[in-house]
């Protein structure tokens, strides 16, 4: 009688194949349904995703100094207090510079319309430098007195600039800088969150990839934090560097507002290259004094110093952690900027570091599996031995 029952339920599991089908299509409409929802979830956000990536870099690259603060002054029971001054601590970090930075071109934007009201008042005055040049002096004199010297002159050649054109530029950035504020503070938000409940996060996260990838998603996980923490220190720590040692400089040289240009400096020797261009519009405003030589020692020492920072010290701070070649730290910090934005600098070197890991683990997988094949092979092939 047990047979008996019992066997409508083996025809129906494995007999036929029809119990197996609505399983396998129950799983299929569940995978359907949970990409559907995530790529819904991610466009309602999208707008908010800089935000979020930024957090998630920020938790990594401060995660060990407040794992060390944890141990050094345990949590109570609601874990408010530390999450909260590690995250007014990185807002003050980086929030402070921009005021700065802010303040300074609101000081300067006066002093441009300051020299407006001049140019087209009374003219703008011919450089001393300009005829210390060692060519194109005269050439340059004579247009100069020609199209600048004149108040009317150059008051003509500005009522030629599309006012209306202008004006668009200023609200489009006015409504970027309100954008990007906007974006810093839900950042810092999320960025309080992940320090509250980032052991939560990394145990979840860690479960879901063992169930998803096996131990090879840890792996691609911990590669992708050690680029991270690499790119921070390649990065953000030299640039800053940089910034500080050249706005020491910019201050004996005798640039105006040093502490502006100095910052200007930290924030574009993050992007290789990019400091380049910074150290030819000081060594301009130099020249526009007539310090010529002191624009000479700035633009060549600016790029000495980019040089060595660029191709001995970055490779070895972000290339060393990860083992990543540094063509691809190169071309995932540039590529991850075209794409991604400034965030980009982050996101494209741990992408790339990833995908070299995955490459790496398949191209040693299919070596072993070659060598083990030699070795089984070997002994038929050993003289004497038959």
Not at 53 to 69: G, S, T
Not at 173 to 200: C, D, P, S
Not at 258 to 281: E, H, W
């Amino acid at each position: 009688m047990t047979a008996i029952e019992t066997a409508p339920r083996r025809d129906a599991l494995a007999g036929d194949g029809d119990g197996a089908v609505p399983g396998a299509r129950q799983r299929n409409a569940r995978v359907l349904l949970a990409v559907v929802l995530v790529a819904l979830g991610l466009w309602t956000i999208h707008d908010f995703l800089p935000a979020l990536a930024w957090a998630a870099v920020l938790a990594v690259a401060f995660w060990p100094l407040y794992e060390k603060a944890l141990r050094r002054f345990p949590p109570g029971k609601h874990n408010v207090l530390m999450p909260s001054l590690f995250t007014l601590g990185v807002g003050l970090l980086f929030g402070l510079p921009l005021v700065v930075v802010l303040f300074e071109a609101l000081r300067e934007f006066h002093s441009v319309l300051d020299l407006y009201r001049r140019a087209t008042t009374s003219g703008i005055p011919l450089p001393d430098f300009i005829a210390h040049l060692p060519f194109g002096a005269d050439a340059i004199s004579h247009w100069w007195q020609d199209n600048l010297a004149n108040g009317a002159q150059a008051h003509g050649i500005a009522e030629r600039v599309d006012r209306a054109k202008a004006a668009e530029i200023g609200r489009n950035l006015g409504g970027q800088i309100v954008h990007r504020t906007v974006l810093f503070f839900f950042a810092l938000m999320t960025l309080f969150f992940l320090f509250k409940e980032g052991n939560e996060v990394v145990r979840q996260m860690l479960d879901a990839s063992q169930k998803a990838f096996g131990a090879k998603g840890e792996r691609v996980a911990r590669q992708v934090v050690a680029s991270i923490h690499g790119t921070v220190d390649g990065l953000v720590l030299v640039g800053l560097g940089e910034g500080f040692v050249m706005g020491v400089v910019y201050a004996f040289a005798g640039v105006p507002h040093p502490i502006l240009f100095g910052a200007l400096t930290a924030f574009a020797a993050m992007v290789p290259f990019a400091v380049t261009v910074v150290f030819i519009v000081v060594g301009g405003v130099l020249l526009a004094q007539g310090s010529v030589l002191a624009a000479v020692l700035v633009v060549g020492g600016g790029s000495l110093l980019a040089f060595l920072a660029d191709h001995l010290i970055r490779p070895v701070l972000i290339g060393g952690t990860t083992r990543l070649p540094f063509l691809w730290v190169l071309f995932g910090i540039l590529g991850g900027v075209e794409t991604w934005g400034l965030v980009g600098l982050f996101v494209g070197p741990a992408l790339m570091a990833a995908i070299v890991l995955l490459w790496r683990e398949y191209t040693e997988g299919v070596q072993g599996r070659g060598q083990n094949r030699a070795r089984t092979a070997a002994p038929d092939a050993r003289p004497g031995l038959s």
